[in-house]
Nanobody
Protein backbone atom coordinates (compact mmCIF):
# COMPACT_ATOMS: atom_id res chain seq x y z
CA UNK A 1 0.00 0.00 0.00
CA UNK A 2 1.43 3.32 -1.10
CA UNK A 3 1.63 5.98 1.59
CA UNK A 4 2.51 9.62 1.09
CA UNK A 5 3.25 11.91 4.02
CA UNK A 6 3.73 15.65 3.54
CA UNK A 7 5.55 17.98 5.89
CA UNK A 8 6.95 21.50 5.98
CA UNK A 9 3.87 23.69 5.84
CA UNK A 10 3.13 26.56 8.17
CA UNK A 11 2.72 30.31 8.40
CA UNK A 12 5.01 32.44 6.24
CA UNK A 13 5.08 36.15 5.41
CA UNK A 14 4.51 37.41 1.86
CA UNK A 15 7.77 37.29 -0.04
CA UNK A 16 9.05 34.49 2.12
CA UNK A 17 10.04 30.93 1.32
CA UNK A 18 9.12 27.46 2.49
CA UNK A 19 10.04 23.95 1.40
CA UNK A 20 7.52 21.14 1.44
CA UNK A 21 8.59 17.52 1.63
CA UNK A 22 6.73 14.33 0.77
CA UNK A 23 7.91 10.91 1.92
CA UNK A 24 6.68 7.97 -0.15
CA UNK A 25 6.57 4.33 0.90
CA UNK A 26 5.02 1.07 -0.18
CA UNK A 27 5.83 1.02 -3.89
CA UNK A 28 8.44 1.48 -6.66
CA UNK A 29 8.51 5.24 -6.23
CA UNK A 30 11.12 5.91 -8.90
CA UNK A 31 8.90 4.53 -11.70
CA UNK A 32 6.12 7.07 -11.30
CA UNK A 33 5.50 10.71 -11.98
CA UNK A 34 4.88 12.70 -8.80
CA UNK A 35 3.13 16.00 -8.32
CA UNK A 36 2.03 18.68 -5.91
CA UNK A 37 -1.53 19.97 -5.97
CA UNK A 38 -3.16 22.60 -3.81
CA UNK A 39 -6.64 23.50 -2.70
CA UNK A 40 -7.62 26.88 -1.35
CA UNK A 41 -10.85 27.42 0.63
CA UNK A 42 -13.86 27.41 -1.69
CA UNK A 43 -11.78 26.48 -4.73
CA UNK A 44 -11.11 23.31 -6.69
CA UNK A 45 -7.91 21.37 -6.22
CA UNK A 46 -5.36 22.46 -8.83
CA UNK A 47 -2.07 21.17 -10.16
CA UNK A 48 0.95 23.12 -8.94
CA UNK A 49 3.89 21.15 -10.33
CA UNK A 50 4.67 17.70 -11.68
CA UNK A 51 7.90 15.76 -12.15
CA UNK A 52 8.31 12.60 -14.22
CA UNK A 53 10.39 9.56 -13.40
CA UNK A 54 13.11 11.03 -15.60
CA UNK A 55 13.06 14.45 -13.99
CA UNK A 56 11.03 16.41 -16.54
CA UNK A 57 9.04 19.13 -14.79
CA UNK A 58 6.00 21.22 -15.55
CA UNK A 59 4.42 24.04 -13.56
CA UNK A 60 1.20 25.95 -13.30
CA UNK A 61 1.58 29.41 -14.83
CA UNK A 62 0.83 31.01 -11.47
CA UNK A 63 3.95 29.52 -9.85
CA UNK A 64 6.46 29.45 -12.72
CA UNK A 65 9.73 31.06 -11.73
CA UNK A 66 8.84 30.93 -8.02
CA UNK A 67 8.36 27.24 -7.21
CA UNK A 68 10.67 24.31 -7.91
CA UNK A 69 9.73 20.64 -7.73
CA UNK A 70 12.44 18.03 -7.26
CA UNK A 71 12.78 14.39 -6.32
CA UNK A 72 15.33 12.15 -4.63
CA UNK A 73 14.66 8.59 -5.78
CA UNK A 74 17.23 7.15 -3.39
CA UNK A 75 15.28 8.56 -0.45
CA UNK A 76 11.77 8.18 -1.93
CA UNK A 77 11.20 11.89 -1.42
CA UNK A 78 9.81 14.76 -3.43
CA UNK A 79 10.10 18.42 -2.56
CA UNK A 80 8.49 21.70 -3.43
CA UNK A 81 10.64 24.77 -2.89
CA UNK A 82 8.35 27.79 -2.74
CA UNK A 83 9.88 31.25 -3.04
CA UNK A 84 8.45 34.77 -3.31
CA UNK A 85 5.26 33.56 -1.72
CA UNK A 86 2.04 35.50 -2.21
CA UNK A 87 -1.14 35.55 -0.16
CA UNK A 88 -2.89 33.75 -3.01
CA UNK A 89 -0.56 30.78 -2.48
CA UNK A 90 -2.39 30.05 0.77
CA UNK A 91 -3.83 26.56 0.48
CA UNK A 92 -3.56 22.96 1.60
CA UNK A 93 -0.82 21.35 -0.46
CA UNK A 94 -1.11 17.69 -1.42
CA UNK A 95 1.49 15.27 -2.67
CA UNK A 96 0.34 12.71 -5.22
CA UNK A 97 1.83 9.72 -6.99
CA UNK A 98 0.56 9.34 -10.54
CA UNK A 99 -0.56 6.03 -12.04
CA UNK A 100 2.25 6.10 -14.60
CA UNK A 101 5.54 7.76 -15.45
CA UNK A 102 4.15 10.47 -17.74
CA UNK A 103 2.78 13.90 -16.86
CA UNK A 104 -0.35 12.78 -18.75
CA UNK A 105 -1.01 10.03 -16.23
CA UNK A 106 -3.69 10.55 -13.61
CA UNK A 107 -3.10 10.92 -9.89
CA UNK A 108 -3.39 7.61 -8.09
CA UNK A 109 -2.44 8.07 -4.45
CA UNK A 110 -2.72 11.16 -2.26
CA UNK A 111 -1.17 12.37 0.95
CA UNK A 112 -3.16 13.96 3.72
CA UNK A 113 -2.04 17.48 2.85
CA UNK A 114 -0.12 20.21 4.62
CA UNK A 115 -1.37 23.75 5.21
CA UNK A 116 0.60 26.71 3.90
CA UNK A 117 -0.64 30.11 5.00
CA UNK A 118 0.92 33.25 3.55
CA UNK A 119 0.04 36.23 5.69
CA UNK A 120 1.61 39.21 7.37
Amino acid sequence: QVQLVESGGGLVQPGGSVRLSCAASGGPFRLYAMAWYRQAPGKQRELVAVITDGGYTNYADSVKGRFTISRDNAKNMIYLQMNSLKTEDTAVYFCTQYRGSSVYSAPGYWGQGTQVTVSS
